[in-house]
């Protein structure tokens, strides 16, 4: 009997030893973990992880977004945070934003200040308000090009690079489009031509392959002060007055001081599509909507919602 009581006790002991410890490692863990959840604010890390990465605030619903394909993200150029995606991978049609890819081509491969004349070919392709035979600076028509979104202006561009062959064409600068595409990791992307209009094949794109473009294209900053310009003056080479040209971004008249550019486009095939970038403190908020019947009112409604439905200090 007494064997069996002592027995009893030393399980007893035992018991209630292995209780503290337990409990002692709880209170240790739920202390570590707390310290991750609210971090010491003299963490430089936990700082950096905090304002980068908005907590969802899951009581705000998601917005009923009509375009075909959306994407919205917070990035510092090196980590990605989704605020909002629809079909992302979905391959669709993007209109005038092609041209920031023609943008990129001809960033890298020509000087701003050389001329080129507009050509037949480049004269048919909208009625912005040039005329064969017009000598322009390659600047001049990347700005007609990106704010203006002319068409003659971007397969005037598009045709220098076959300068010196004598049937003038667009097609090596557009196989450099999709080479460059395929560079950057855009896979599901395939140009046919440098303005975005409507062919029998139609540029295509997602909004994940324009998210790269456009991380690439920041590294560009004279893509940014031409997007962000509101109003320009067009001249000819020889400095003659031709015409004003207004953004095509409307978004960039109001109130929000953190946008630094963005591009329109706009096709029966492809709907309407802006891509729109805000910068703040290093960070990149990066909206892109394709196939909308509203691609401004859905961005505004966007940038609404997310300082709603995200918990951090409203910047956009």
């Known amino acids: 009997m007494k064997n069996k009581k002592t027995v009893i006790r030393i399980f007893l002991i035992a018991f209630i030893i292995t209780a503290i410890w337990v409990t002692n490692y709880i209170i240790k863990a739920t202390n570590e973990l707390a310290s991750v959840i609210e971090p010491n604010p003299n963490n430089p890390y936990i700082e950096y992880y905090k304002s980068f990465v908005p907590l969802r605030d899951w009581t705000i619903s998601s917005p009923d977004i009509t375009a075909k394909g959306v994407l919205v993200t917070l990035t510092d150029l090196e980590n990605d945070k989704f605020l909002f995606e629809k079909d992302p991978g979905k391959q669709l049609h993007i209109a005038s934003i092609t041209k920031l890819m023609t943008a990129l081509i001809v960033l890298e491969e020509y000087n701003l200040n050389e001329e080129i004349i507009i050509s037949e070919e480049a ?64 896979n599901k992307t395939y140009f046919s031509n440098p303005t975005g209009l ?13 998210l790269i473009l456009t991380k690439n294209l920041i590294n560009y900053p004279i893509i940014w002060e031409i997007l962000s310009t509101k109003e320009f003056t067009l001249k000819t080479s020889d400095g ?12 960039l008249f109001g109130e929000n001081n953190n ?24 960070y990149y908020l990066i909206t892109i909507i394709l ?26």
């Open 123 to 186: 004269f048919l392709q909208d009625n912005f308000g040039f005329y064969p035979g017009e000598t322009y600076k390659v600047k001049d028509l990347l700005y007609s090009a990106l704010i203006g979104s002319s068409n003659t202006a971007a397969y005037a561009l598009a045709e220098k690079r076959n300068l010196y062959n004598y049937d003038k064409t667009a097609e090596p600068f557009v196989l450099k489009m999709n080479q460059k595409a395929k560079e950057l990791g855009m």
């Open 198 to 210: 409507d062919s029998n094949q139609s540029n295509y794109s997602t909004t994940k392959d324009l």
């Open 240 to 251: 003659a007055f031709k015409k004003e040209i207004t953004n095509t971004n409307e978004l």
């Open 259 to 282: 946008i630094i550019g963005g591009k329109t486009g706009y096709t029966v095939k492809a709907g309407k599509c802006l891509l729109l970038v805000f910068e703040k403190d290093n």
């Open 291 to 316: 196939g909308s019947s509203d691609h401004f009112g859905e961005t505004k409604t966007l940038i609404n919602w997310i300082n709603q439905a995200y918990n951090w200090q409203t910047w956009i």
